[in-house]
């Protein structure tokens, strides 16, 4: 093996995480609890506003890597406090390496499986978000009675057909969306049929999922929030301030499920 196509490879690794918006350095010494260690890629970024440091090992070997690499990426890892460890190999491991591996927190991967669980990994982050964030909207759109939500333009009137905007219908294709993102199900169909649509009706991807969420969600929470104004200036401001928790089943989580198994189902 030649040095440089070590390097080479150690910075297609370190290029990878910065292209992800990760702060990455190479061949960094850590000081651990008990000694110091040579780290060949040191990954630092944040998810959710939380602190996230992994440490990665780039092997451009000629021969697949062996348990007691495994055995020693797990020590640092300890050692450092590090989230997550990662071995990078070119040739493969060898079965007690994975034996080593498994139930702990270093994984062993490609680079080509690397970029494949990262990018999951940082996808399922993102879902989550957005989860939450419906999970606001949605709490505000239920504490008015359905009276006040028509009056201020939150949902149609039963006997309107313009289907300029309803809360309800936005919020079940938000959730679908999410539902058949988390299982990489693309295309998927965004079509809200209101005359307010924001957005492309159907996502091919992940980043066309991500521009469809921030528009719409944008949209619903300055309709949400120039309602809530004119009912404080008019008095109809009297929300039911009951939130709902994330694991409890909304109106727009049980739309959601129907229509995404309506679709799966053909």
Wanted: glycine share 6%.
């Amino acid at each position: 093996m030649k040095e440089e196509d070590w390097y080479q490879f150690q910075e297609m690794i370190r290029e990878y995480f910065e292209s992800l918006g990760a702060d990455a350095q190479t061949n960094v010494r850590l000081q651990g609890v008990r000694t110091c260690h040579d780290v060949d890629v040191l990954v630092k970024t944040k998810f959710l506003g939380e602190d996230i440091t992994w440490l990665v090992e780039a092997k451009f070997w000629k021969t697949p890597v062996s348990k007691l690499h495994v055995l020693a990426l797990r020590t640092i890892v300890d050692d450092v406090g590090a989230d997550r460890g990662f071995i990078i190999s070119s040739k493969g491991f060898q079965s007690g390496a994975m034996e080593a591996a498994n139930n702990s927190n270093v994984k062993l991967k490609t680079f080509d499986e690397l970029k494949d669980e990262t990018k999951g990994m940082i996808e399922a982050e993102v879902l989550k978000a957005y989860d939450r964030r419906l999970q606001i909207i949605e709490s505000r759109y239920w504490s008015h009675s359905k009276a006040i939500r028509i009056k201020y333009g939150l949902r149609h009137d039963f006997l309107d057909n313009s289907m300029s905007f309803t809360g309800q219908i936005l919020l079940g294709i938000a959730r679908k969306a999410i539902v058949a993102a988390s299982e990489r199900n693309y295309p998927i169909d965004l079509e809200t049929f209101h005359k307010e649509h924001q957005g492309q009706a159907v996502a091919y991807n992940f980043q066309q999922l991500q521009n469809w969420l921030n528009l719409n969600l944008n949209h619903f929470e300055e309709k949400l929030m120039l309602a809530e104004w004119e009912m404080h200036k008019h008095g109809d401001y009297s929300p039911d301030t009951v939130y709902d928790q994330e694991d409890e089943m909304t109106p727009s989580k049980i739309m959601a499920a129907g229509m995404y198994r309506s679709e799966k189902n053909g």
